[in-house]
């Protein structure tokens, strides 16, 4: 396997462990009828795999970026991967009003990157 740039490795961990903990924190909400014991216990099925690409993801990529910058990447790809889950497993669409808060918050990225010198 080549040595892949440490952007990508971060990235696509970070996002893989995203789609992970989205069906953990939200899948279950279209089963209201499974108790809830059950879709908490398949929530920390689902979970444990999120952390198996969210440690390493974090790791891997601190030092190449910092703290905050992660924690930025980790938050715009929640975002990312929740509204593309909303529409699509929930079937809730998105409104204008979703895509003003996620435009301030892809500004809040853009500060976060941006090298102030």
Do not use: C
């Not at 996002?15 to 209201?32: C, E, P, Q, R, V």
């Not at 905050?68 to 079937?91: C, G, H, M, N, W």
């Amino acid at each position: 396997m080549p040595n892949l740039p440490v952007p990508v490795v971060t990235i696509g961990l970070l996002l893989a462990s995203n789609i992970f903990m989205t069906f953990a924190w939200y899948g279950h909400l279209k089963y209201k009828d499974s108790a809830l014991v059950t879709v908490i216990l398949v929530s920390w099925g689902i979970a444990f795999f999120e952390y198996v690409l969210q440690v390493p993801a974090n790791r891997i990529g601190y030092g190449y970026y910092s703290g905050a910058e992660l924690k930025t990447i980790q938050e715009v790809i929640t975002l990312t991967v929740f509204a593309i889950f909303s529409v699509f497993y929930l079937k809730e669409p998105l409104g204008w009003n979703h895509l003003v808060g996620f435009g301030f918050i892809a500004a809040g990225a853009f500060f976060i990157f941006h090298k102030w010198t």
